[in-house]
Antibody
Framework: QVQLVQSGPEVKKPGASVKVSCKAS????????INWVRQAPGQGLEWMGW????????NYAPKFQGRVTMTTDTSTTTAYMELRSLRSDDTAIYYC??????????????WGQGTLVTVSS | DIVMTQSPDSLAVSLGERATINCKSS????????????LAWFQQKPRQPPKLLIY???TRESGVPDRFSGNGSGTDFTLTISSLQAEDVAVYFC??????????FGGGTKVNIK
């Protein structure tokens, strides 16, 4: 079955960077884009951006442009999201979520289990 | 960005009763060329990722119980749970995908048992 398995929790100091991984299985990796969404404690969902697993084209939300980099490794069917210059308000659960249909960027399904990133001095 | 506004923020419903959640978009998410509303609904239980319930505003995802239904068009949408079960306690989010690379979500509605 289709599965997205993310890396474990991270604790970072302000100003540092974090790189979260998302290991995909159960489908042809390069045919579907991967999105990243975050959720601050007790808050709603915020879309951060998208990457094509076929050609590494990216689209980032303006809020994160310049501070985020999304990449993929087709040899390991893994997507990565790196966020730099971390601040306390970056403390959140970070999710990867796949496009639902090959080649089409619509709703998000399925989702990874989430990775808690805590930014604290 | 299209702003998605959900109401109420929370509601408490008796078991077996109907729960209705509203979602309003700041602009229409109806794509005229295919007459489809670019709106999805998700359920999120504590310590779990969101789970897709409905897409195209009213199409139920495979495996989702038929007590969940979505309606609406343009800017106003509803998610209805026709007969609330204990396992439906969760937060529910709407999401628009009309603007493909600027996805936005509603703030969420928490459903509890009265």
């Amino acid at each position: 079955q289709v599965q997205l398995v993310q890396s474990g929790p991270e604790v970072k100091k302000p100003g540092a960077s974090v790189k979260v991984s998302c290991k995909a299985s159960g489908y042809p990796f390069t045919r579907y884009g991967i999105n990243w969404v975050r959720q601050a404690p007790g808050q709603g969902l915020e879309w951060m951006g998208w990457i094509s697993a076929d050609n590494d084209n990216t689209n980032y939300a303006p809020k994160f442009q310049g501070r985020v980099t999304m990449t993929t490794d087709t040899s390991t069917t893994t997507a990565y999201m790196e966020l730099r210059s971390l601040r306390s308000d970056d403390t959140a659960i970070y999710y990867c979520a796949r496009d639902p249909i090959a080649g089409m960027h619509l709703w998000l399904d399925p989702w990874g289990q989430g990775t808690l990133v805590t930014v604290s001095s | 960005d299209i702003v998605m506004t959900q109401s109420p923020d929370s509601l408490a419903v008796s078991l077996g009763e109907r729960a209705t959640i509203n979602c309003k978009s700041s602009q229409s998410v109806l794509y005229r060329s295919n007459n489809k509303n670019y709106l999805a609904w998700f359920q999120q239980k504590p310590r779990q990722p969101p789970k897709l319930l409905i897409y195209w505003a009213s199409t139920r995802e495979s495996g989702v119980p038929d007590r969940f239904s979505g309606n609406g068009s343009g800017t106003d949408f509803t998610l209805t749970i026709s007969s609330l079960q204990a396992e439906d306690v969760a937060v529910y989010f709407c999401q628009q995908y009309y603007t493909a690379f600027s996805l936005t979500f509603g703030g969420g509605t928490k459903v509890n048992i009265k």
